[in-house]
C-alpha cells in the first residue's frame, strides 16, 4: 500500500514517548485526521524519515503515512501547545518523563 497524505484537525495530541505503542496511538489516531505530534528517540526519528509509519492490527486494519518533519520531534517543547498529551513510556521512565514535561504542560 502507498502512504496516504495526512489531513489534520486543530485539535493537537502530542504523545510522549513514541516508540512502539506511542507510535500505534499516533498512527491511529492520524488515521482518523487528528492533528498528531509524536515525541521521542532519535533513532525512530530518522527510522521515519526515511520509511512510512506502517500501523496494522489483527483486524486487517492497516494505514501507511509519510510524516512530516515536525510530526516526530525528540523535544519535550512540543507538548506546550498541545490541547492533550498522552505519555507512553515504560513506567520506570514515568518520573523522568514528568520532569520532561513539567516546564510545557
Not at 30 to 52: A, D, Y
Not at 85 to 94: D, E, G, I
Request: glycine share 10%; net charge positive.
Amino acid at each position: 500500500n502507498k502512504a496516504k497524505p495526512v489531513t489534520q484537525s486543530s485539535f493537537k495530541v502530542v504523545i510522549f514517548g513514541a516508540g512502539s505503542i506511542g507510535c500505534y496511538l499516533g498512527g491511529r489516531l492520524l488515521s482518523s485526521g487528528v492533528n498528531v505530534v509524536m515525541v521521542g528517540r532519535k533513532t525512530m526519528q530518522e527510522r521515519l524519515r526515511t520509511s512510512p509509519l506502517t500501523v496494522t492490527d489483527y483486524e486487517g486494519f492497516r494505514f501507511h503515512s509519510q510524516l512530516a518533519e515536525h510530526q516526530y520531534v525528540t523535544s519535550a517543547e512540543a507538548a506546550g501547545n498541545a490541547d492533550l498529551v498522552l505519555v507512553t513510556v515504560k513506567s520506570a521512565a514515568t518520573s523522568e518523563a514528568g520532569k520532561q514535561l513539567a516546564p510545557w504542560v
